[in-house]
């Protein structure tokens, strides 16, 4: 079993739809990670968070870690939003353990 | 200010041969990571360093596969006697601090793209 699992695989949505992408780990964590990887390869951190919840703009992320879960919501998605994004955990040595990421495509 | 840095941004190479891969973090960053990410794979860790101690190698996939970072800052990792599975992105990430219990931003490098034949 993979430490941290992400769901779902693949999403696709139309533009303006509220989209939520879920993570849960079976590791003990210093913080959980939300990354966006855009075609052409370049990696965003979009959040770190060890409780609760944070918003940045259109997205929102929480993290319930009594239940080691996560979800990234997109309010008002837009096509710009198309890309992977990737939940990772904080490791033993503050090395990032991945998730396999979420593909989300927003179609106008 | 500028960003973590790698290079080159695209490497073909022969089966066989060593290459170098290149990485200059954020100044100022006391932490350097190498991940990789192969063709239909997630990321996975290889290396990290956290200032002038020794590095974490429990990533490293094989002995053919050693990094060094010089004075705390450029790190190089090198990949002897390529294999066509060695084929993948290498990416880099550096964050101010890292460590047991520590959660910092890691910010990523743009990665370079090695394909072995």
């Known amino acids: 079993k993979n430490e941290v699992e992400q769901s779902p695989q693949n999403l696709t949505a139309q533009e303006g739809e509220f989209i939520t992408i879920n993570c849960s780990y079976s590791?003990?964590?210093?913080?959980l990670h939300w990354l966006q990887q855009h075609p052409g390869g370049g990696i965003v951190s979009l959040f770190m968070?060890?409780?609760g919840k944070k918003k940045h703009g259109r997205l929102i992320a929480t993290i319930n870690i009594q239940e080691k879960h996560s979800s990234l919501h997109i309010t008002a998605s837009h096509p710009r939003d198309s890309a992977v994004y990737i939940c990772?955990?904080?490791?033993?040595?503050?090395?990032?353990?991945f998730g396999k990421g979420t593909k989300l495509s927003v179609k106008p | 200010g500028a960003g973590v840095s790698q290079s080159p941004s695209n490497k073909v190479t022969e089966k066989g041969k060593d290459v170098e891969l290149r990485c200059d973090p954020i100044?100022?960053?006391?932490?350097l990571y190498w991940y990789r990410q192969s063709l239909g794979q997630g990321l996975e860790f290889l290396i990290y360093?956290?200032?002038?101690?020794?590095?974490?190698k429990s990533g490293l996939p094989s002995d053919r596969f050693s990094a060094e970072r010089t004075g705390g800052s450029v790190s190089t990792l090198t990949i002897q006697r390529t294999q066509q599975e060695d084929s993948a992105v290498y990416l880099c990430?550096?964050?101010?601090?890292?460590?047991?219990?520590?959660?910092?931003?890691?910010?990523f490098g743009p990665g370079t793209r090695l394909l072995v034949l």
């Open positions: 990772a955990v904080g490791g033993s040595q503050g090395n990032l353990i």
């Open positions: 100044s100022g960053h006391t932490a």
């Open positions: 968070l060890s409780s």
């Open positions: 590791v003990g964590i210093s913080a």
């Open positions: 360093f956290q200032g002038n101690s020794a590095p974490d």
């Open positions: 990430a550096s964050s101010l601090v890292a460590g047991a219990g520590v959660a910092e931003t890691q910010y």
